[in-house]
């Protein structure tokens, strides 16, 4: 299947700063990337959805203002946790679809936060 | 609105069982419907993808069956492993490029 990519894998912040979170299609023009989170035993939860070159779309109850995605390019869509706490501790997954093969998702291997 | 549940939650066996995993969906306007397994810590793996208009996915000892108009699904593994023993997912989109919406996952573990 198509790679994914996540970058960084883990990271550790201090409260109050940001944190900004790489996802990559590798081998595939990615047209829309989704962003999901994952708490402690529970399922993953839809956060937004991007489209390259337009605003991302986010689910009810996620602040656009904290959580800022940028999808500027086919292969490369950003999530920024500004201002980060504690709460935010989460592990983020992005999917993204696209080219010859749209009717699929290809997962990222995940990003751990943690904020201190 | 789309919701996902599986049964049961976890589930712990003996090295050598068959066993079922099960996934029911609320809305039987699908696209298409995932399993996915998840180590602890770790990502998801992709385990057999099912399109609407198809009954069943196999893939070695798994096999994925679709019964859309009911609105479930069932993953059946075959002389279990400890090896298998993760959390499995299932996970449902709604149309061409659309997200997944996720259950909430079985926890299995498979007892040497």
């Known amino acids: 299947g198509a790679v994914v990519s996540q970058h960084p894998s883990r990271v550790i912040c201090k409260s109050g700063t940001s944190v900004k979170i790489e996802c990559r299609s590798l081998?595939?023009?990615?047209?829309?990337m989704f962003w999901y989170r994952q708490f402690p035993k529970q399922s993953l939860m839809l956060m937004a959805t991007?489209?390259?070159?337009?605003?991302?779309?986010?689910e009810q109850g996620v602040e656009k203002d904290k959580f800022l995605i940028n999808h500027a390019s086919l292969t490369l869509s950003t999530l920024t946790v500004t201002s980060a706490h504690p709460e935010d501790s989460s592990f983020y997954i992005c999917?993204?679809?696209?080219?010859?093969?749209?009717?699929?998702?290809?997962f990222g291997p995940g990003t751990r936060l943690t904020v201190l | 609105k789309q919701e996902v549940t599986q049964i049961p939650a976890a589930l712990s066996v003996p090295e050598g069982e068959n066993l079922v995993l099960n996934c029911s969906f609320t809305?039987?306007?699908?696209?298409?419907l995932q399993w996915f397994r998840q180590d602890p810590g770790k990502g998801l793996t992709s385990l057999l993808l099912?399109?609407?208009?198809?009954r069943e996915q196999t893939s070695g000892r798994l096999n994925a069956s679709l019964d859309k108009s009911s609105g479930r699904s069932t993953l059946y593994i075959a002389a279990s492993q400890p090896g298998d023993s993760a959390t499995y997912l299932c996970?449902?989109?709604?149309?061409?490029?659309?997200?997944?919406?996720f259950g909430p996952g079985t926890r299995l573990s498979v007892l040497p």
């Open positions: 081998d595939f023009q990615a047209t829309t």
């Open positions: 099912i399109q609407s208009s198809q």
């Open positions: 991007s489209n390259e070159g337009s605003k991302a779309t986010y």
């Open positions: 999917s993204a679809a696209g080219g010859a093969r749209y009717n699929e998702q290809f």
């Open positions: 996970a449902v989109s709604r149309g061409y490029g659309q997200n997944f919406v």
């Open positions: 809305d039987s306007a699908i696209y298409n």
